[in-house]
């Protein structure tokens, strides 16, 4: 279909050169004006005939239909002034009935035979960028001049746009036609039918449910419930961005003659649709509150908080104010219930009274889940600060400046959100010293702080916590993992370092010295069996212990080996050699430690031949 708009050979014009469209108006023009509209609109009168033979697939056909029509309008008005009672005005007004049928059926055709045309995605993608390529047609029809302009711009729009662009412009002729005749209302009605049953199609497509209520939802397990969260997520921006945007468009082209109209149809097309679609977060924020939800509520309001542009602008219409309405309401709902959830996990966090005794000192199930989740909500950290920038939050005063940093320092934490998220890892590291003082072996309660601590610093490390938390705080948290790691080391091998003499160059009796070494024998025997089970998951730290625990204890070991291990290896006392260890033996003991395996027997000596046995 070619519109009346669109480059062709120009035309002959059938106006008479009397035509009232150059003269003074007058009774003898009013007649002419009659007479021509009859003879065109006549000719292409279809009351009787099925088979309509599209009146706009003719440029020059359509400028004259539209020419007679306005010809006819100033007939008519010329009659009202002067002859009211005349039968020519009853013959005038059979004729503009006829034309306004025959136009109607018209705009019904462009509208159905053009239907991917004229689908969102299409008028989206073009109407915003060539505003001056569809211009008003009914008012200006005749003038060449523009015309010609007109379609030297669209030699270079490809095929289909110069399709889409061509129904629009004959839908706005039309639409004016009818509209400037008094026939508004039953042009409106076939755009509005045709258009809300495209655009509810284009949305059941996408997956919005108009009957998915409160009461459907709140019954919903979550794994459904999830499965339209992502759904409603992959479809609300093609909803804004494509569906509503080019109907919206579509509406401001088509009836750019009448605001009112436009209002009115894109509302009766769009407003249903769009209250169902952001009723549905709304509707989901009123549901149980449970701490997997959150991030999809996140998801939810992260969403709608970046369509409200679009929103407010596509529906600015005052019949349109109840999708505004319900856009905000969504966000309002969402916010509150992320508020609600992040304290309802704080105070979760805070009553967890599990008893469990992690095994070998490893990593509490509450550590993991607590930072595997702040760790997600990090990466949400724009959209918290948006939630949280009305609810400042306190840190407690009773609490170490140190944790957070000095307020004068460069990397202290500062942004709200990253204080409210710090503090909730320090509500965690308490309750984790609480779980520490279950364990019966204090060196095995500092093993486990310190594991548990380098978890949390790992998972800042690895995640957006880094850049919330920032370098102060993960150094301060390394040197408390430090520490915990040597206070380990001290109580849980003290024994061994007491077995050894203090003074190495001292001269030690013969006895002493069997003493020292039968006292080391058993304080690393009983050392090494009670924690060879117990773990340290972090490699790093791991090695860390393992070469903080050799620098210990095996110089001060082969120092004392070096000056009496030769002389004591040739005795023995009740079959047992005063000399179990080797200083190489210590080494190779301590690197097998703190990978959670039992050992199956006693410590054995190496100098024996026999190596240590498992």
Known sequence: MRSIFFKSPSPTRMTPPSSPLHHTFSESLMEENIEVAQFIITKWDSSHDDNIVPLFSDKDEARQYLGSIKGLQKAMKYLVLHQSNSEKLVRAQLLMQTAMKRLQKEFYQILKSNRDYLDPESVSAHSSSRPSVSRSS???????????????ENDSVPEVERASLAAMADLRAIAEAMISAGYAKECIKVYKIIRKSIVDEALYHLGVERELTFQRIQKMEWEVLE????????????????????????????????????????????????????????????????????????????????LWPEVESIFSFESTSAVRATAVNSLIKLGDTVRTMLMDFETAIQKDSSKTTVPGGGIHPLTRYVMNYISFLADYCGILSDIFADWPFTVPSAL????????????????????????????????????????????????????????????????????LLGDDWLINQELKVKQYAENYEKIGWSKVLASLPENQTAEIPADRVNDHFKKFNSAFEEAYMKQISWVVPDPKLRDHIKISMARRIIPIYKEFYKAYGGVQMKKEMWGEPFIRFTPDDLGNYLSDMFYGSRSSGSVSSSSRGGGRSH
Do not use: H
Request: charged share 25%; hydrophobic share 40%.
């Open 138 to 152: 009914f008012s200006e029809f005749e003038e060449e001049e523009e015309e010609d302009e007109s379609e030297n």
């Open 227 to 306: 499965f339209k969260i992502k759904n409603w997520l992959s479809a609300v921006k093609m909803a804004v961005k494509t569906l509503f945007y080019g109907e919206r468009l579509l509406c401001d082209q088509v009836f750019s003659v009448s605001a009112a109209i436009r209002e009115s149809c894109f509302t009766e097309i769009s407003k249903e649709g769009a209250l169902a679609l952001f009723g549905f977060p709304e509707n989901v924020a009123k549901c149980k509150k449970t701490p997997e939800k959150l991030f999809r509520i996140l998801d939810l309001y992260e969403a709608v908080s970046g």
């Open 400 to 467: 170490p400046e140190s944790y957070f940093g000095s307020p004068d320092s460069e990397g202290s934490i500062s942004s709200p959100i990253s204080v409210r998220l710090a503090w909730l890892i320090l509500v965690m590291l308490c309750k984790l010293d609480g779980k520490a003082a279950t364990y019966k072996d204090v060196p095995l309660s500092y093993l486990f702080l310190a594991n548990n601590l380098q978890y949390v610093t790992e998972k800042v490390r690895q995640s957006n916590l880094k850049f």
